[in-house]
């Protein structure tokens, strides 16, 4: 089994900085692609970014391009999204995702462990 905990929401003024970071544990042996997903009310999962095993290529979701930077330290199992220029409009539950076989996928349903969740909220 795998196990993510995701942390380091909290409230932020707009234009602030927040850094989000996700845990793995459990058969994390196996390479794992790393993703973020956002969740706001009453809209659809949406695509951040996402992160291959060895952490050297990456993609954003046009939410994310310019302003949103993931990274890994898999000799913590640890995934960051490192969030700058924050907007209101990205106040949403975040979400860390794994994907077996440490490449990258973009879509909710190609993700196979999900963490928590955790909020960010972004005041005007």
């Known amino acids: 089994q795998v196990q993510l905990v995701d942390s380091g929401g909290g409230l932020v003024q707009a234009g602030g900085s927040l850094r989000l970071s996700c845990t793995a544990s459990g058969r994390t042996f196996s390479p794992l692609g790393m993703g973020w997903f956002r969740q706001a009310p009453g809209k659809e999962r949406e695509f951040v970014a996402a992160?291959?095993?060895?952490?050297?290529?990456?993609n954003y979701g046009d939410v994310a391009k310019g302003r949103f930077t993931i990274s890994r330290e898999n000799a913590k199992n640890t995934v960051y999204l490192q969030m700058n220029s924050l907007k209101p409009e990205d106040t949403a539950v975040y979400y860390c995702?794994?994907?077996?076989?440490?490449?990258?996928?973009?879509?909710?349903?190609?993700?196979?462990?999900w963490g928590q969740g955790t909020q960010v909220a972004v005041s005007s």
């Open positions: 992160i291959t095993w060895s952490g050297y290529t990456t």
């Open positions: 995702a794994a994907r077996r076989g440490g490449t990258i996928a973009t879509l909710s349903n190609d993700f196979d462990y």
